[in-house]
T-cell receptor, first 111, second 113 residues
Framework: EDQVTQSPEALRLQEGESSSLNCSYT??????LFWYRQDPGKGPEFLFT???AGEEKEKERLKATLTKKESFLHITAPKPEDSATYLC????????????FGQGTRLTINP | EPEVTQTPSHQVTQMGQEVILRCVPI?????FYWYRQILGQKVEFLVS????????KSEIFDDQFSVERPDGSNFTLKIRSTKLEDSAMYFC???????????FGPGTRLTVT
């Protein structure tokens, strides 16, 4: 059973066209939800950590929000350089230190 | 800005051979990890390491795998007898403390032929 599910699998937007990526999770107790950006052939790059429902974090054109069942990554007026795969990962209370990743959303921003 | 480094960037090996993947975590970090990502699939946890011992490992991390922190800076993953299905990107990660985020290295692409 998947613990972290991301949607859509792929998203193509025009430059300046805002949208949201979804991360749904099912864990017994959340000890942190993490968003990473991954460029092709590279390692995940840390973006945000969210710990409790209602929490929001922002960085440039990105804003992450968290509810009890899902997280959203909102992208406002994206630019071509925002093109990447965005990964969501959770850390469970029972799961010690490991991160459990979703399959990612591949985002393409066309100029 | 401090970063996790990994060597080599690409390793090609024959089935049955031993490989060692090397990582230099961020210097003041205390928790160390290995993950892998098979092409087109999710990033998967392999093992976590703290205070010179394994703190958690996944089902993937069987007797063919081992980790070591031979000195104060390096963290290694050894695969004793590689299989075709070990072909993947291997990522090292580290973090400063229990509630901190993990920082990932650029990865080593392992190709087993």
């Amino acid at each position: 059973e998947d613990q972290v599910t991301q949607s859509p699998e792929a998203l193509r937007l025009q430059e300046g066209e805002s949208s949201s990526l979804n991360c749904s999770y099912t864990v017994s107790g959340l000890r942190g939800l993490f968003w990473y950006r991954q460029d092709p052939g590279k390692g995940p790059e840390f973006l945000f950590t969210l710990y409790s429902a209602g929490e929001e974090k922002e960085k440039e054109r990105l804003k992450a929000t968290l509810t009890k069942k899902e997280s959203f990554l909102h992208i406002t007026a994206p630019k071509p350089e925002d093109s990447a795969t965005y990964l969501c990962a959770v850390r469970e209370i029972q799961g010690a230190q490991k991160l459990v990743f979703g399959q990612g959303t591949r985002l393409t921003i066309n100029p | 800005e401090p970063e996790v480094t990994q060597t080599p960037s690409h390793q090609v090996t024959q089935m049955g051979q031993e490989v060692i993947l090397r990582c230099v975590p961020i210097s003041n970090h205390l928790y160390f990890y290995w993950y892998r990502q098979i092409l087109g699939q999710k990033v998967e946890f392999l093992v976590s390491f703290y205070n010179n011992e394994i703190s958690e490992k996944s089902e993937i991390f069987d007797d063919q795998f081992s980790v070591e922190r031979p000195d104060g800076s390096n963290f290694t993953l050894k695969i004793r007898s590689t299989k075709l299905e070990d072909s993947a990107m291997y990522f090292c990660a580290s973090k400063q403390g229990v509630l901190y985020e993990q920082y990932f290295g650029p990865g080593t692409r392992l190709t087993v032929t």
